[in-house]
């Protein structure tokens, strides 16, 4: 089990020890998107959809799932987040909605979880929103863009 830190020497899964860990500045990004028909993309866009601000509430649930991200994915260390950044883009052409979301903290362990997490809940929502108008909607891509901090130091994404 080489490399795989969530397991302990006789493969049992485990929480990691973080304690002897340097605190720092850690930093992550993660996109994804959701792909949909264009009229669907309109009312989003348009601000129409009976439901109200579809990103605005698609904001404020990936910021709250971030903080949560502990309770969602079992070997995760709590993490005291300093900021959660939820930027959304619409590209017409592709009939889509871009996710970017940026997750920071001071600690011992990194943030990668909460961004990931915080941009599929976002992605998860706009889909609820709109699946009255849209069942075909398809979540994709999405993925770690960057992370800093820690003994790994700078990664980001190539392409």
Not at 34 to 39: D, H, K, L, S, T
Not at 55 to 66: D, E, K, N, V, Y
Not at 79 to 95: K, N, Q, W
């Amino acid at each position: 089990m080489s490399g795989l830190t969530h397991f302990d020497a006789s493969g049992q899964a485990h929480m990691v020890d973080v304690g002897d860990k340097q605190i720092s500045r850690r930093r992550a990004v993660a996109q994804g998107s959701i792909q949909m028909q264009p009229a669907t993309l309109a009312l989003i866009r348009d601000g129409n959809h009976k439901k109200g601000d579809v990103l605005g509430i698609a904001r404020i649930a990936a910021i709250m799932a971030s903080k949560r991200t502990a309770d969602l994915i079992p070997l995760c260390h709590p993490i005291a987040l300093t900021r959660v950044a939820v930027e959304f883009a619409l590209d017409e052409a592709s009939s889509s909605v871009g996710i970017t979301v940026t997750a920071e903290c001071s600690g011992q362990t990194g943030v990668e979880m909460e961004a990931l997490t915080a941009a599929s809940v976002g992605l998860l929502t706009i889909y609820d929103m709109c699946k009255a108008v849209d069942r075909g909607m398809v979540i994709s891509a999405v993925q770690l863009q960057e992370k800093e901090g820690g003994k790994s130091g700078h990664w980001q994404r190539e392409g």
